[in-house]
């Protein structure tokens, strides 16, 4: 019986070294791993059009998305005045599509809500919803920005 003891033990230190040796040469799990493609897509520079809630009024204007720490943040200029929002990327519903979700205001919270796609190049482009928190609006305001970097002219 001495020899059947030192081949389990040996059985089982093979066993051991084979499972460290698998989770030694596994990748560390980051923090980040889990984190939406949609963090990254949608930075960059856009042209936006938009119409106010519960108003036929429409605008045009250009926007900024860049990445602030664990937030978006968004510079938008229309008609000349520059405004900046902060937000996430984060699911609509459990299972559902990922989309951008703005929030501002102290005194009337606002909110924007858009949902991410990307056009033929496969930059972002984004359609929102925005206005008063809880959307109360017979129509709530819409926006749309298109990525500025495939118009850019070439530079030899």
């Known amino acids: 019986m001495p020899g059947t003891l030192s081949v389990r033990r040996g059985r089982t230190l093979t066993f ?11 990748p560390a799990r980051a923090a980040d791993e889990d984190e939406a493609p949609e963090w990254s897509c949608v930075p960059g520079r856009y042209q936006l059009i938009g119409r106010h809630p ?11 998305i860049e990445r602030v720490g664990r937030q978006l943040r968004l510079t938008r200029v229309v008609g000349g005045r ?31 809500v858009c949902v ?37 002219p070439v530079k030899p």
């Open 16 to 26: 051991l070294f084979l499972a460290a040796a698998c989770l030694a040469g596994m």
């Open 54 to 64: 519960d108003s036929p009024t429409t605008y045009a204007g250009t926007a900024r």
């Open 82 to 112: 520059k405004s900046q929002v902060f937000g996430v990327v984060r699911r609509a519903d459990p299972g559902e599509a990922w989309v951008l979700h703005f929030k501002w205001g102290d005194k009337q919270p606002m909110e924007m």
């Open 116 to 152: 991410i796609g990307t056009d033929l190049d496969n930059y972002a482009r984004l359609t929102c919803h925005w206005g008063k928190a809880g959307n109360p609006h017979a129509q709530p305001g819409m926006e749309a920005y298109f990525a500025q970097e495939p118009w850019d």
